[in-house]
């Protein structure tokens, strides 16, 4: 028989704690087995929670309470807003929307012919104009910079006045292009300085420069020497001798020139006013000035050339100095006549007539090989120039073959001549003497008394 104990949180109801004890012979505790249930709900509703993360569940299981989880664990978005799907609900890799979804596109606003959405017919009136941009500052400059460039290559200056005119340049900005081309043939050859005076010259002549203009740029010229001779010391010097040659071709006024001395007051400008009205004075000074720069490479004589080529190399064989050589090689500027050079260096080293001498040559040789200002097809032609004058040569000098052939031995062995060019060397025939082989029985032969004739 069982009897039942009120009792609230385990304790009796009329206020004293008991040990109850079952009366079906067992010895468990009542309490102890309603703990450990709650404990095993609470623990179904952990695994619960941990299963499903985005679910709270915060509301009691059998009397027990479940802690809520870390808001920064949760999945959900922490605004409370919930975002509508991509493209609609079509989103996904490789969709473009909805099937069916025409996406609207006026073709009206397509002008360009090459838009695959431009339609011809629903084009409106309208015109097309082209826009050059007006130049001028450093963006002219940027512009006028390899146009120069070019012109030092080839020369044309009708190419560069066809530049000139297809550019939108602002007045104020034209004094530019003379000194611009100015400054940069300070740092050039003389060919290229001689190329700037006919640039300038023509310039004026076809009237895409005027005399203010002119004038303007050379004031600027002057007023820059200080900073042109940073890089150039020699700038006061070149700069008069381009205004002398402006005045002799007529593109500036002698008046420039007394206007601008009287109110100078750099030193580097009174130097370059200083040569301008020197050059400009002396005797037959405007005939001279036409040739202020030297005649350019191409433009010199054969026989002058020739000479220059034959001094170089006489004194590179006395001083040795092959940088020096190379240097004065490269100022003559005519890469076309290089051959002349390789023949010139055959004959002095024919002339000398010593082993040094031959080996020195080849050595210079070798390092305009090296440095591509003497390619191997002008080498090969130099030399088969001095294989076929030998006949000739041989006239003054003696042992010209065999002076030859030990140039052409030390030039294989430095690796500038072939083999194949070396087999080219041609060798010299001479006379078999009595005395040696069958010229001697030839002698016998011939002074041997005749046979007489058989008789009949």
């Not at 623990?43 to 802690?67: C, F, H, M, N, Y």
């Not at 036409?290 to 190399?313: A, E, M």
């Not at 001498?357 to 040789?365: D, G, I, N």
Request: proline share 5%; with cysteine.
């Amino acid at each position: 028989m069982e009897v039942e104990v009120p009792t609230v949180n385990g304790v009796v109801e009329n206020g004293k704690s008991e040990n109850l004890t079952a009366l079906d012979g067992n010895d468990n505790d009542p309490l102890t087995s309603i703990s450990e249930a709650d404990d095993k709900n609470n623990r179904k509703a952990k695994k619960r929670l941990k299963k499903s993360p985005s679910k709270e569940l915060q509301e009691p299981i059998d009397g027990a309470t479940v802690a809520g989880i870390k808001d920064k664990n949760l999945r959900r978005s922490r605004t409370g807003n919930r975002g509508l799907p991509k493209k609609g609900g079509a989103g996904g890799k490789g969709t473009w929307g909805k099937p069916g979804e025409v996406y609207e596109e006026s073709d009206k606003d397509c002008q360009d012919i090459n838009d695959p959405n431009y339609d011809s017919e629903t084009q409106g009136d309208y015109t097309v104009k082209a826009v050059t941009p007006l130049l001028s500052g450093q963006g002219l400059i940027d512009v006028l910079k390899p146009i120069v460039r070019e012109f030092f290559e080839h020369g044309d200056t009708q190419e560069v006045m066809a530049c000139l005119s297809a550019l939108n340049i602002d007045g104020d900005s034209i004094h530019h292009v003379p000194s611009l081309a100015v400054t940069m043939a300070l740092e050039g050859k003389a060919d290229h300085k001689e190329m700037t005076s006919v640039l300038l010259s023509d310039l004026r002549g076809q009237k895409l420069l005027t005399e203010e203009e002119l004038s303007y740029a050379f004031n600027h010229l002057l007023n820059s020497l200080r900073d042109l001779s940073l890089d150039t010391p020699d700038a006061p010097l070149v700069v008069g001798q381009f205004l002398a040659r402006a005045v002799a071709d007529d593109c500036l006024p002698p008046k420039f020139l007394q206007g601008f001395q009287t109110a100078v007051d750099c030193e580097f400008s009174k130097k370059a006013m200083d040569r301008a009205n020197l050059l400009l004075n002396m005797k037959h000074g405007l005939p001279r000035l036409d040739n202020i720069w030297g005649v350019s490479g191409g433009s010199r004589p054969v026989k002058q050339l020739t000479k220059k080529i034959i001094l170089l190399l006489k004194e590179y064989l006395s001083s040795k100095d092959s940088a020096e050589a190379i240097r004065c090689i490269q100022e003559l500027a005519v890469p076309h006549f290089h051959h002349e050079l390789v023949y010139e260096a055959v004959l002095i080293v024919l002339e000398n007539g010593s082993l040094a001498a031959a080996e020195l040559m080849t050595e210079l040789l070798k390092l305009l090989l090296d440095s591509v200002i003497v390619t191997s097809y002008q080498l090969a032609t130099g030399l088969e120039r001095a294989f076929s004058a030998l006949p000739d040569i041989v006239l003054d000098v003696p042992f010209a073959y065999y002076l030859m052939e030990q140039f052409a031995d030390a030039g294989v062995r430095k690796g500038i001549i072939s083999q194949a060019l070396r087999n080219k060397v041609p060798n010299r025939g001479r006379k078999r003497f009595v005395s040696e082989g069958d010229g001697g029985r030839l002698k016998r032969d011939f002074q041997a008394p005749p046979k007489p004739l058989p008789l009949i």
